[in-house]
């Protein structure tokens, strides 16, 4: 793949699926980390297509490589009128700031308050339903 292809952030996804069934804690700590990172990207990506943005400071943080976006598109998809009608943006933030915090636990800390195996299992649940209701909203 050249620097020119746009990279399917799906891959994340599919790297963190082969580490599932995996004894070692080293996949299973990527793992989890590639779902938070897989989902991530395709949220991002799926608002700055969409142009959806809470102001002008929102879009300006979405388009930069500012740490804040990870907060930010959390805030878009709970605060943003198109996602009021439906829980799917309250769904979508929540779920996202939940793999978030395993991912931050996953690379972070020595020891996890779950079993990585459990942490991968709901960080696959989690990235799952996000990329479904992004494609209902498609």
């Not at 699926?17 to 989902?39: H, M, P, V, W």
């Not at 930010?72 to 996602?83: A, G, L, P, T, W």
């Amino acid at each position: 793949m050249g620097s020119s292809e746009e990279f399917d952030w799906v891959e994340f996804n599919n790297l963190a699926d082969s580490f599932l069934n995996e004894d070692n804690e080293a996949k299973q700590r990527t793992g989890i980390s590639r779902y938070y990172y897989g989902t991530f990207c395709i949220a991002r990506d799926f608002l700055k297509e969409n142009g959806i943005f809470l102001n002008n400071h929102s879009k300006k943080i979405l388009n930069s490589k500012n740490p804040e976006v990870h907060r930010e598109i959390s805030n878009i998809f709970k605060k943003h009128n198109q996602f009021q009608k439906n829980k799917y943006g309250r769904i979508i933030s929540n779920d996202l700031n939940k793999l978030r915090k395993m991912r931050n636990e996953a690379d972070y800390d020595g020891k996890t308050s779950h079993s990585l195996e459990y942490m991968m299992k709901k960080s696959k649940n989690k990235s799952e339903r996000i990329l479904k209701i992004l494609e209902k909203l498609t």
